[in-house]
């Protein structure tokens, strides 16, 4: 799945044209390295997101094309 797909689907970022521009701008990094929208993620990768102030990073634990935004955290988990 591209990395725009899962930001959204995962809820980590709310739209995904916010997920593109951020990938454009080059803030967010898959396993240490700058990453483009286009980059297929999958279970294991480690995603480090900066807008603003706010630094989030997560390990990617599942890929699915959708799911339940109850059950959207249950696709990554926080790292510290």
Same mark, same amino acid.
């Given at each position: 799945?591209?990395?725009?797909?899962?930001? +959204? #689907?995962?809820?980590?970022?709310?739209?995904?044209?916010?997920?593109? $521009?951020?990938?454009?701008?080059? +803030?967010?990094? #898959?396993?240490?390295?700058?990453?483009?929208? &286009?980059?297929?993620?999958?279970?294991? $990768?480690?995603?480090?997101?900066?807008?603003?102030?706010? &630094?989030?990073?997560?390990?990617?634990?599942?890929?699915?094309?959708?799911?339940?935004?109850?059950?959207? &955290?249950?696709?990554?988990?926080? #790292?510290?």
């Amino acid at each position: 799945m591209r990395l725009d797909k899962y930001l +959204k #689907v995962s809820r980590l970022i709310k739209r995904r044209t916010v997920a593109n $521009d951020a990938c454009d701008a080059g +803030k967010v990094i #898959v396993n240490g390295k700058i990453a483009r929208a &286009s980059y297929d993620v999958k279970e294991g $990768d480690v995603i480090e997101i900066t807008l603003g102030a706010r &630094s989030v990073k997560v390990c990617v634990t599942a890929v699915k094309e959708t799911v339940r935004k109850e059950d959207a &955290s249950g696709m990554y988990e926080a #790292v510290i």
